[in-house]
């Protein structure tokens, strides 16, 4: 198994149990925390769950990390519960926040653009039109099944390979390919609107 | 080869997916591509949409979340200590081991008797656990000199000699009171000998008064200022 770029500061936590948000385990966290977050946000599609599913996500770690054995690399680990994390909340606050695959999905977009970012450095209608944009192409990932979802999160939002998708969902490569395949399909029907009108522009 | 008009082949849709990911070499797939208008199609459509998922920006974890993670972090912990009171219960060989652990630890011997004794007379407990742990002072060689060359009639020209002597005498009270409560207590709470042990000193200033005797004077004349009024009127 290849070297693990966490290993020291995983040995150093299990060495000395972690008692709060500090030393190599608050050194794990900033290096986390962004992409923790982020898996969680694409996965539920809204700030506050994502904000729950990320702190359970610290939460499991923060328990578990003296059992953690390297038998995957640790970052694999983090995805794989934070992406559990994410289909766990996204399941309990769908009939909150999300819609159905049957419709709602004006009430999504609303939602997705709840999202605030600093727009003071770029101008008010490119602003508008990214948001809608980022707005549209999430409420696309939204309506996708979740073990679609977590592979279309991973791949295209966090970079993953093949290879590290197949670690952190514990899913062989073959199923990797066919649901990236099948996500692909849901997103052109999703997507094809969004596609003619930005590149055709 | 199409599976349904307008439909990508089936068996080059994943071929198709990793060109448009950036895998370039797939010589098999560029066959199909020159005879296949369809997958020309869709390998356009799936690099367009791939662009799409990759420019959205993935928003940085908000302030908020180090808060919460500390309070999940401390909600961890008092989950591990439950556990671990719990696995304590169930190694328990016998029920009335079962009941000790349940009951958690006892309290000390020593407390009851301590209760015993504030109960019984509060002044004293107080007085023996803390009076006598204060250090024991020698009185100046020349103590009784002086108090000799006190005349009875200076108490009222001077006041203050007579505050002193006043002092003095409290503090002598105090020394004697503190020393005899000392003698019966337990060891364990002391380390000064067992007997009672009287030390004389005299001190020039009621500001030199040892802490317990001006305490008590401040006590007994409602304020050391009040003390020196008094001592000023006669005491």
Redesign the interface.
């Given at each position: 198994m290849k070297s693990d770029p966490d290993r020291e500061l995983v040995e150093a936590c299990q060495a000395t149990a972690?008692?709060?948000?500090e030393g190599a385990f608050r050194r794990l966290?900033d290096q986390y925390?962004?992409?923790?977050?982020?898996v969680c946000?694409?996965i539920t599609g809204n700030?506050t769950d994502?904000?729950?599913a990320?702190?359970?996500t610290?939460?499991i770690l923060?328990?578990k990390i003296t059992e953690f054995r390297f038998e995957s690399k640790f970052s694999s680990w983090v995805y794989r519960i934070a992406v559990n994390a994410g289909i766990d909340h996204k399941r309990r606050s769908s009939a909150r926040w999300l819609p159905s695959l049957e419709g709602g999905s004006d009430q999504a977009r609303e939602m997705a653009r709840l999202?605030v970012?600093d727009e003071r450095t770029e101008p008010p209608l490119t602003a508008a039109t990214r948001h809608e944009?980022?707005a549209e192409?999430?409420c696309a990932?939204s309506r996708l099944s979740p073990k679609m979802r977590a592979i279309?999160v991973l791949r295209?939002?966090e970079?993953l390979s093949y290879e590290e998708i197949s670690e952190a969902l514990q899913i062989s490569l073959g199923t990797v390919?066919?649901r990236?395949?099948r996500a692909?399909?849901a997103?052109?029907r999703e997507?094809?609107p969004?596609?003619d009108r930005?590149?055709l522009r | 080869m199409s599976a349904q008009p307008g439909s990508p082949c089936a068996d080059f849709?994943?071929a198709i997916?990793a060109r448009a990911e950036g895998d370039v070499v797939d010589l098999a797939l560029d066959a199909h591509l020159e005879r296949c208008a369809v997958c020309r199609r869709e390998l356009v459509?799936?690099e367009?949409?791939?662009e799409?998922?990759?420019?959205?920006?993935?928003?940085?974890?908000?302030i908020?979340?180090?808060g919460?993670?500390?309070?999940?972090?401390q909600?961890?912990?008092r989950?591990?200590r439950a556990t671990r009171a719990v696995q304590s219960l169930s190694r328990a060989h016998t029920p009335e081991d079962l009941a000790r652990r349940l009951a958690g630890p006892k309290a000390p011997h020593v407390l009851e008797r301590l209760v015993r004794e504030d109960l019984a007379d509060p002044a004293k407990a107080l007085a023996s656990r803390y009076a006598g742990s204060l250090g024991r002072l020698r009185a100046p060689h020349d103590l009784d000199q002086r108090l000799r060359e006190l005349r009875p009639g200076s108490v009222q020209r001077h006041m203050p000699v007579a505050l002193v002597t006043a002092g003095v005498m409290l503090a002598l009270g105090a020394l004697i009171v503190a020393g005899i409560l000392n003698g019966p207590r337990n060891s364990a709470l002391s380390t000064t000998p067992a007997g009672p042990i009287l030390i004389v000193e005299r001190v020039d200033s009621v500001r030199d008064l040892d802490p317990l005797v001006g305490q008590i004077l401040s006590g007994v004349m409602g304020g050391l200022p009040d003390a020196q009024r008094i001592v000023g009127e006669g005491f």
């Open positions: 972690p008692t709060g948000l966290y925390k962004d992409r923790v977050y982020n946000y694409r700030g994502a904000l729950d990320s702190q359970e610290f939460g923060f328990r999202d970012r944009l980022e192409i999430q990932i279309v295209y939002v970079n390919k066919s990236l395949s692909h399909e997103l052109d997507l094809t969004v596609l930005h590149f | 849709r994943a997916i459509r799936t367009q949409r791939i799409l998922l990759r420019k959205i920006p993935g928003p940085g974890a908000p908020a979340l180090d919460l993670v500390v309070a999940a972090m909600a961890g912990e989950q591990q």
